[in-house]
Structure formats: C-alpha cells, structure tokens
C-alpha cells in the first residue's frame, strides 16, 4: 500500500493563479481531509469528506474548494491564490468504522509558496 | 469548542538533558483522545502517542513518556537522555468521541532544538 500520497510536494505560484493540490489514498478510507500548517498556529482543518459525494467546511475553508468524486481522490482546488495561503498543505484519511477510534494517516504534505 | 494549548513555542537543550513538553487542552466531552505527533526537519508528520480520556495511567516507551492529568487537563510530553535526533516539532492534538479520531484539533506546536 501507498498509503496517502500527495502532489506536488513543492509550488510556486504568482497571485492569482489558480491550482489543485492532489491527494490519493489506497486504503478505502471514507473519511479524508485537508489541514494547513502556518508556523505558531499547528495544523488547522480546511476542508473535510465523509465519502464520495460529500464534502464539508473546517476551521479555514475559504479561499479553497474540494470536490470528492472517488472514494481514493480528494483534491484541494485554490481559484485564486493569495500570499496568504503560503502555507504546508497535509492530507489526511482514516476509517468510518463505527469503532471508538479511527487512525489517521498523513500525506507527506505539500509545501506551496504564493508570491 | 476545543482547544490545544502548547505554550512553549521553542525550547532549547543541550544533549542528554531531559526535556518536558507541556499542553493543555479545553473540550466539554467526558470522551476524548489526545495525541502527540512529531515532525522532524524533513516535514512528515510521525504518530508518537494516542491517549483515551478514561485511562489516565502515565505512559512509557523507551526514552519517551507522557504525563496525562484529567485535573489539570494536560497531557505533558517528557523526553529523557535528548539526543539530536529529537530535534523536531511537537504536537499535541485532540480528537472529541463524536469524531473518533477522524478530525484533529492541533496545538501550535513546540519547536525542541537539542544541540550536542
């Protein structure tokens, strides 16, 4: 197993660009999501799925959209970049198995510079 | 609404010193997981710990071990014998029962310098 894959793992963009970072897992996770990791702040949640067809907002959704058409793609669309959004993106899935606890499993993340 | 609070933004040690890790985390769930995750220079996230909110018994795993009190809300993080290896970042994250680990909220992250 690949496990969570993510690309690209490094990006420049100019202002105003648009772009999708790519994520992909091979486990039949249901659930996938996006976080952001700004220095001092952690890793703060931008969008999240509960399976094909159903995205929902985090913490920082905007700015960015997500659309989840298989259970193994989820990719984090930036219409419009802005410097702010310079940030290291991480990917994550696990399980919706009905257990108490759900691992989740990273992406190496994707480290994206908007100039 | 939950909240991870890791006060030390950068600590600073001199190798083989023990070093402790302090969060505090805010939730109104009696059921909850808490974790500590590191992240070295090279970026990935690496899974150290997972804690269930109903077993406070203190952990120990090698050089690593993690103070958990209900009472004061924390779930500090101790290194013993630092090694330069152990220079990364640390994070504490919590996780309510309703989300059974799926969705993390993350401290700001400590970053732990251990120079020989």
């Known amino acids: 197993n690949a496990g969570v894959t993510q690309t690209p793992k490094f990006q420049v963009l100019k202002t105003g660009q648009s772009m999708t970072l790519q994520c992909a897992q091979d486990?039949?996770?249901?659930?996938m999501s996006w976080y952001r990791q700004d220095p001092g702040m952690g890793l703060r949640l931008i969008h999240y799925s509960v399976g094909a067809g159903i995205t929902d907002q985090g913490e920082v959704p905007n700015g960015y959209n997500v659309s989840r058409s298989t259970t193994e793609d989820f990719p984090l669309r930036l219409e419009l970049a802005a410097p702010s959004q310079t940030s290291v993106y991480f990917c994550?899935?696990?399980?919706?198995?009905?257990?108490?606890?759900?691992?989740?499993?990273f992406g190496p993340g994707t480290r994206l510079t908007v100039l | 609404a939950q909240k991870v609070t890791q006060a030390q933004t950068e600590i600073s040690v001199v190798e083989k010193e023990d070093v402790t890790l302090d969060c505090v985390y805010e939730t109104r769930d009696t059921t909850y997981y808490l974790f500590w995750y590191k992240q070295p220079p090279s970026g990935e996230l690496v899974f150290l710990i997972r804690r269930n909110s109903f077993d406070e018994q203190n952990e120990i795993s090698g050089r690593y071990s993690w103070n958990f009190q209900k009472s004061t809300s924390s779930f500090n993080f101790t290194i013993t014998a630092s090694q330069v290896v152990d220079s990364a970042v640390y994070f504490c994250a919590l996780s309510d029962q309703r989300n059974a680990g799926n969705m993390l909220t993350f401290g700001g992250g400590t970053r732990l310098m251990v120079k020989p």
């Open positions: 994550a899935s696990s399980s919706l198995s009905g257990r108490a606890y759900n691992e989740q499993f």
């Open positions: 486990m039949n996770h249901e659930y």
